[in-house]
Structures are given as C-alpha cells and as structure tokens.
C-alpha cells in the first residue's frame, strides 16, 4: 500500500496548517501512524508517535490525529512559526515493515 | 537520551561493498526495532531495512539479495552489509531506533557516495 500526503502546504507565522497521510488500503488504525520533520540539513526528528503521542521537547503546537471516514491520518501545526518550516514525513507499517509518505513542504510564508 | 551516531560512509566505486554501522549510546538499553532509512539528493525518505529485537529482518525490494542487515548487542551497534553496490545506492543513510510506546530516535547520518 501507499501513504499518500500532498507536496506542499502554506501558512503564514501564527496560523494552523494541516497535512494528511492517506493510506491507499487497509485500515488507517490497523498501525500506528508516526510523523517525521526535516529541517533543510538536517537529519529527520519525530514530532507525533503512535498516532497522537508528542515526544518530549516537541511543543503542543503539534498534534496527531486518525479519521477512519477517508482513511487518512493528519499532523496540525497551530501557531505557525519560521522555525516549523520543513519537510514533513508520515510512516506507517506494511505487516512488519515501514511505508513512508513521499513527504510535504511546508512553507512559512 | 538514546543517541544514534552512524559511520562507514564514503566514495566507493560501482559494484563495491561497503558496511555501515550505527552505534547506540545512552539509556534505556532495551528496543523493540532498529532501521536503516536512505535519503537519496533531492529526494524523500526511503526505509531500506529493518531488524527487530527478536533477530527478524526485513528488505525493501531495492536491496534485497544485496544488503544484509544485523546487530552485535555486546558492542550495541546495528550494521548494514551493502554488496553489489550501483549509482542509485547513492544517498544519506540514517539509523533509528524504536521502542513500543516510546518516540523514534534518529542519527544524523552517513553519506555514500557509488560513482567511479
């Protein structure tokens, strides 16, 4: 299967974007989702685990969510700020091994 | 913190073999998985293998049959065998690391470059 997130998103400083993880089959909630940021040069860090969990020194600016209606998992930024822009990655599990989303810009105008 | 630095990267020509490794430091010692995850340049992430604790190992389709995955828990470092080695190999390796219930720890990578 496929997890599926848009190229790019926009928003300006202080507003809330959101990005989608659509899995093309199977059940969103069958697996974890977990999201992954990319600052330009560096290496990836995880922002949501196990769908909604925030890791330790990741604001509550950030949040992780499932929809069963339209498959898909999401990761809201609210209160945008210059420092949040970055790629961001979605990964799931295939059985026992990793899919990952193709990625998303994020650009903070 | 767990930390995860990787090394073993470099120029290697086509058809060459190189390891990589991928030591961890820090506490908590137990994990349920590790994994190698490639960045090809201007590229997206890609998961190119995985060892869980219980010693299974899984591929992706890219490098199956030419890279082999494992770890020495004496030393706690995870390796990656890379044989048969061809230009599209050519990418930022990164390690992670996960524990059930916990986030996913990432090194900052090892570059390897498959020219002549």
């Known amino acids: 299967f496929m997890l599926t997130q848009p190229l790019s998103v926009s928003g300006s400083p202080g507003q809330t974007v959101t990005i989608s993880c659509t899995r093309s089959s199977g059940n969103i909630d069958s697996y974890y989702v977990y999201w992954y940021q990319q600052r330009p040069g560096s290496s990836p860090t995880t922002v949501i685990y196990e769908d909604r969990e925030r890791p330790s020194g990741v604001p509550d600016r950030f949040s992780g969510s499932i929809d069963r209606s339209s498959n898909s998992a999401s990761l809201t930024i609210s209160g945008l700020k210059t420092e949040d822009e970055a790629d961001y990655y979605c990964q799931s599990y295939h059985s026992s091994i990793w899919v990952l989303g193709g990625g998303t810009k994020l650009t903070v105008l | 913190d767990v930390q995860l630095v990787e090394s073993g990267g470099t120029l290697i020509q086509p058809g060459g073999s190189l390891r990589l490794s991928c030591v961890a430091s820090?506490?908590?010692?137990?994990?349920?998985?590790m994994t190698w995850v490639r960045q090809a340049p201007g590229k997206g992430l890609e998961w190119v293998s995985i060892?869980?604790?219980?010693?299974?190992?899984y591929y992706a389709d890219s490098v199956k049959g030419r890279f082999t995955i494992s770890r020495d828990n004496s030393k706690r470092t995870l390796y990656l065998q890379m044989n048969s080695l061809r230009a599209d190999d050519t990418a930022i390796y990164f390690c992670?690391?996960?524990?059930?219930?916990?986030?996913?720890?990432w090194g900052k990578g090892t570059t390897v470059v498959v020219s002549s």
């Open positions: 820090g506490v908590p010692v137990t994990y349920n998985y």
């Open positions: 992670t690391r996960g524990t059930y219930g916990d986030s996913v720890v």
């Open positions: 060892f869980y604790h219980g010693e299974t190992t």
